[in-house]
């Protein structure tokens, strides 16, 4: 069974860059068929689905996101990272990876234990 | 976007009791939904895929019906376990996204 653990500053400045990473253990991300992903949780918009993507780098992000988020995948060292540009208080929120399945595609398994991070001054 | 909006937002029940949770979406999904719980400081935690069908593990005290635009979430016999946040959640196609959640609290 795979665990999943989020790492990254709990603190992130506005208009700054938060880089979360998802390391994955109990399995080979290589060997495994899921997609990995990012959702958030904020009080004000309950659950967001971020993006996700797959062990080639193929990645899928949501719209109204796109333009400020990018992950990435390392199957080598059996993690995934997101990176989210230009922050504002807004994206302060709980952050969670979190395995898809491929078939049918947006099923959320499994999930880490998921990360606070608070974007202010 | 396809939109999910559950009611009620909150439901106040005992321990034994039935409840019954709904969500709808915006645009006909087929039976591609699927229903979450969520205890406090936990992720969320899968229960029922494809509308109506049992993840491995979970109780069968609880069920899931609909197809199209409406869906079901059944709890027969409300436990002590069992208060907590429940999602659905779209997967018909991307951007894939979840109700705003019916809190399940103790009478």
């Known amino acids: 069974q795979l665990q999943l653990q989020e790492s990254g500053p709990g603190l992130v400045k506005p208009s700054e860059s938060l880089s979360l990473t998802c390391t994955v253990s109990g399995g080979s991300m290589s060997s495994s068929s899921y997609r990995w992903g990012w959702i958030r949780q904020s009080p004000g918009k309950g659950l967001e689905w971020i993006g996700d993507?797959?062990?080639?780098?193929?990645?899928y992000y949501d719209p109204s996101l796109k333009s400020r988020v990018t992950i990435s995948v390392d199957t080598s060292k059996n993690h995934f990272s997101l990176t989210f540009n230009s922050v504002t208080a807004a994206d302060t929120a709980v952050y969670y990876c979190a395995t898809l399945r491929i078939v049918p595609a947006g099923l959320l398994d499994y999930w880490g234990q998921g990360t606070l991070v608070s974007v202010s001054s | 976007d396809i939109q999910m909006t559950q009611s009620p937002s909150i439901l106040s029940a005992s321990v034994g009791d039935r409840v019954t949770i709904t969500c709808r979406a915006s645009?006909?999904?087929?039976?591609?939904l699927a229903w979450y719980h969520q205890k406090p400081g936990k992720a969320p935690k899968l229960l029922i895929q494809?509308?109506?069908s049992l993840e491995t593990g979970v109780p069968s005290r609880f069920s899931g019906s609909g197809s199209g635009t409406e869906f079901t979430l059944t709890i027969s016999s409300l436990q002590p376990d069992d208060f907590a946040i429940y999602y659905c959640?779209?997967?018909?196609?991307?951007?894939?996204?979840f109700g705003q959640g019916t809190t399940v609290e103790i009478k």
């Open positions: 494809k509308a109506s």
């Open positions: 993507v797959y062990n080639s780098g193929s990645a």
């Open positions: 645009q006909s999904i087929n039976s591609w």
């Open positions: 959640q779209q997967y018909k196609s991307p951007p894939w996204t």
